[in-house]
Structure formats: C-alpha cells, structure tokens
C-alpha cells in the first residue's frame, strides 16, 4: 500500500507494488507471475480504511497497479476496500481510480457496486500511441470500461485523464476527447508527460499554456461538465478540488 496526502485528501495505491504490465510512462516496479513474485495481503482493505480515519480524511482516490495475474483482476479486493473506507469514513467521497480489469466489465461492477462516488480510469494517450504507451491495453477497451461505469451506476461522476507531450496532435486530442464525451465521461483531466527515469518515453514536447486552455475550452464546447488542463495537472492530483468544482458545474 502507497499513499500520498493533500489537505484532508489522500490516494492510496492497493493490490501490491509489483504491476503486471509495462506501460511506456510508468515507473512502478513490473514483476512477472511465472517468478511468482506477486503477492496480495488480506488484510489491506481493512489497514487502509484504518489509516484513512485516523487521517480524517474527506476525500479518498483508491487506485492500484495491474494486476492480470488474478482471475478477477483484483476486483474483489477493490471492492472490498472501497467498502471498509466507507464504513470507516461514512462522510467522506471516494473516488476509484480503477485499471481496466483486461475488459471485465463483470469486475468493474464488482467495484461500483461497493459504493464509490467518482469512477476514473484514465485513457492516458490517443489510439496511435498505444502501442508505445500502452501497449497491454486496448483503447477501445478502455473507452468501453467508461461507458459501462456511467450506464451501470448513472448517478456516479466519471472521469478521464491524459497526457499530452508524447507526439500527439492537438487534433488526434480533440478526437480523444469526443470518444471520451460520446462515452458519457463528465469529466476530463489533460496534464504534461514527465519522463519519470531514462528508461520510460522521452518528452516529445513541452506543451504550450495557452495549448492547454485552447484543450480545456474545446472540450466545455462539446459538453463536459468540466476540463482541467495544465501543465501540472494530474489524474488524482487535487481531486478532492477537482471532485468539487465539477460537482458545482452540473448544480
């Protein structure tokens, strides 16, 4: 378990350190089923929503490596800290930040089912850069996983997040961003690609400011709710602020 804390917000990271992919942008540590190297420990959920509480936490994001070693990816276990969260915090927001459970969408229920409020998972980049950045995953997949997460629980606020500097075009960004609105996601997070160590994908660009504002207006102009683009801006990064001013949009 791997947190990072904010101003009564925190994201806890769950299901292990070891992720079973190799994303391009991704520095957490890979391991490999076939070493057995994979571990899950049982009583995560419950130490998390214990270290949540004594936190005083108002707002958490729950999110996890990949975990493709595990029939159901993981699901349960998600699931069932998003649940001992709750119980430990009733006031507080949860938001998932979920993998996308190899297209399993009878996992992603699984976890939706356990009561969070915001349900992100991110695309990450456009379709032609898959292959590079993340070539275990599937864009339509993931847009799929999206979709499913507003039409199972509608009352949810879903999100989406990206990141530009990898060699897209601001147009290839436009057309991600309408997959994204045509897959009922409410909210959109664009931030700048940093190399995170010399063995991940180099920065292709440094994107503009007024790039980013120009993103963020032309994705209020199809109808998000709302578009957080900056340099700095991150999935999880703020949420807890992200969560409140998208929720004051839609009032």
Known sequence: MHECFSRGAATFMILGNLCTRGCGFCSVPKGSPRKKEFTLDPSEPENVGRMAAQMKLRYVVITAVNRDD?????STHFAETVRQVSKALPQARIEVLTPDFCGDLDAVARVLDAGP??????????PRLYGRVRPQANYRQSLDVLQFGKRHRPDLLTKSGLMVGLGERPAEVESLL?????????????????QPTRRNLPVSEYVTPAQFDAYREYGLSIGFKMVFSGPLVRSSYMADLVNEQASQATV
């Open 117 to 126: 409020h915001v349900f992100n998972h991110n695309m990450e980049t456009i």
């Open 70 to 74: 595990l029939p159901d990816g993981g």
């Open 178 to 194: 309408r997959d994204l609105h045509e897959a009922d996601v409410d909210v959109a997070t664009i931030g700048q690609y940093l």
